[in-house]
């Protein structure tokens, strides 16, 4: 072979591995980034040839797949009450992220879960159509809707969970949105994204899981728990020594109270019945912020993303601070945040004798044919109190309901129910409206079936009008009223 064609040869050779080695990188490397591509218009085709599993509540889907005259896209998702169960299900649509349930359990929903191989094999080799997988829920439709319709046209968020598995049983946010208007391939459905996108009151924004707020005095039920564990009293019927007005540590700045007539050196049982300030500023100042911030970790507070239901849940904040914010962050203000779920979860360790179960939202995952692919075991969470110490607060929390202004909205007869009011001040010079709560649980039998947290933002009343037994503690009552009922 001469120069000139051997020179050939050694180039062409060149390119030929240079073309295996790209082939290999594309195949091996980057195989599952192309595949899953949002641009990828054959993965989407190829999602929605097929009917989606549903999302299954009390043994009914609330989703559903219909055939569309689409050339390319065979089937579109559905939404039963869309709105109703949107923060549950999320949405899926052709050129948009899923969300929600639809997002983490998307490969299951799909098909396309490594675990459904068996049965697409089956259903290949017996001429089924291929379907997805269904998710089976742990939600309860009866106390789901109490909390939607409680809510009404006010902005806020319910989370309801069984204290004894840690099963959420109630999910809402409102204002909320019907995902069926977002699903289609259409100019229709591209309009309606667009639209909630951009409204400020955040339809798809779900404010149970992803929303913090100050908890306000519905945390003293943190500090309570803290200062019994830690020592500080023997019992909530211990007068705590404490002056009214108390001076945060260090500065001249006054905590004052709603009431002033019980608050001065009052027990933690009229402490949290009155919702004295003082009393818990001081506890937490006595404690101190590692204490406190460890007492709030115990329930669930700073796990950063590793909380998940499984949609992950956003981070609940008892941060490091100084003594004065230390002392605010003990009823509730400061830095002090938390979503609705994280105070469900305050609630539910208490009436589950300071056993605090891992909150989850899945039961099980059932392929087509019906086989139960994953099944939730119940899992413990964390114990943040003795089961003492649980029952000292039980006998305070239904000192709040049974003494306090929350009696008439949520006692329940013939079953005992323990609460907590709280009215969170936020913005600048606490300028805004405050954020009404209330959190409580039902006992029956000495179990506690359910723990609720309910968080009204925004209920379009005058300021004097808000307040967490008015507004918060009614649609709490009905969620709890509820879930007893469909036990019945």
């Not at 999302?55 to 089937?75: K, L, M, Q, R």
């Amino acid at each position: 072979m001469n120069k000139p064609m051997r020179r050939v040869a050694i180039f062409c050779g060149l390119l030929i591995l240079a073309l295996l080695a790209r082939v290999n990188w594309v195949q091996f490397v980057q195989a599952d980034e192309l595949q899953n591509d949002a641009n990828n218009r054959r993965t989407i085709i190829e999602r929605y040839a097929q009917p989606r599993g549903d999302i299954i509540v009390d043994g009914e889907p609330v989703t559903g797949s219909v055939e569309t005259d689409d050339d390319d896209f065979t089937y579109e998702r559905t939404y039963t009450d869309g709105e109703l169960w949107a923060p549950v299900t999320g949405f899926t649509s052709l050129f948009r992220s899923a969300t929600m349930l639809e997002g983490v359990e998307d490969e299951f929903l799909t098909g396309d879960d490594d675990r459904l191989f068996f049965n697409n094999t089956i259903d290949m080799l017996t001429g089924e159509d291929p379907r997805g997988g269904n998710v089976v829920t742990t939600l309860n439709a009866d106390a789901q809707r109490a909390a939607y319709e409680g809510l009404g046209d006010a902005k806020g968020a319910v989370a309801a969970i069984d204290p004894r598995t840690g099963a959420v049983l109630a999910l809402v946010s409102t204002p909320s949105f019907d995902p069926n208007t977002v699903t289609g391939n259409s100019e229709e459905a591209s309009e309606a994204f667009a639209a909630l996108s951009e409204d400020p009151d955040e339809p798809t924004l779900n404010r149970a899981l992803r929303q913090t707020y100050p908890p306000g005095s519905t945390f003293k039920l943190v500090t309570a728990t803290g200062a019994l564990e830690n020592g500080l009293l023997p019992d909530v019927d211990e007068p705590t020594d404490t002056p009214d007005p108390y001076y945060l540590p260090g500065t001249e700045s006054e905590v004052t109270n709603l009431t002033n007539d019980r608050c001065e050196n009052a027990t933690l049982r009229i402490a949290l019945v009155d919702s004295c300030n003082t009393v818990f500023a001081k506890l937490s100042d006595e404690l101190g912020n590692e204490q406190m911030i460890e007492t709030a970790e115990s329930f669930g507070y700073n796990q950063g993303e590793d909380l998940t239901i499984p949609i992950r849940v956003q981070e609940s904040v008892y941060p490091e601070d100084n003594a004065p914010q230390n002392a605010q962050a003990g009823f509730g203000q400061a830095s002090n945040r938390a979503t609705p779920l994280q105070m469900a979860m305050v609630a539910a360790a208490i009436a589950n004798n300071g056993t605090l179960m891992e909150p989850y939202m899945v039961d099980k995952l059932v392929a087509p044919n019906l086989n139960v692919i994953e099944q939730h075991e119940p899992q413990e969470f964390s114990r943040p109190m003795s089961p003492e110490t649980a029952q000292q607060m039980q006998s305070a929390m239904e000192s709040v309901v049974s003494d306090g202004p929350s009696h008439d909205a949520a006692s329940i007869d013939g079953v005992t129910v323990g609460g907590k009011t709280g009215t969170a001040q936020h913005g600048e010079e606490n300028s805004e409206n405050p954020y009404a709560w209330f959190v409580s649980y039902a006992m029956v039998d000495d179990e506690s079936p359910v723990a609720v947290a309910v968080v009204v933002e925004d209920a379009g009343v005058e300021r004097d009008a808000i307040s967490g037994s008015g507004l918060a503690a009614p649609i709490a009552h009905d969620v709890m009223e509820a879930v007893l009922g469909s036990q019945e």
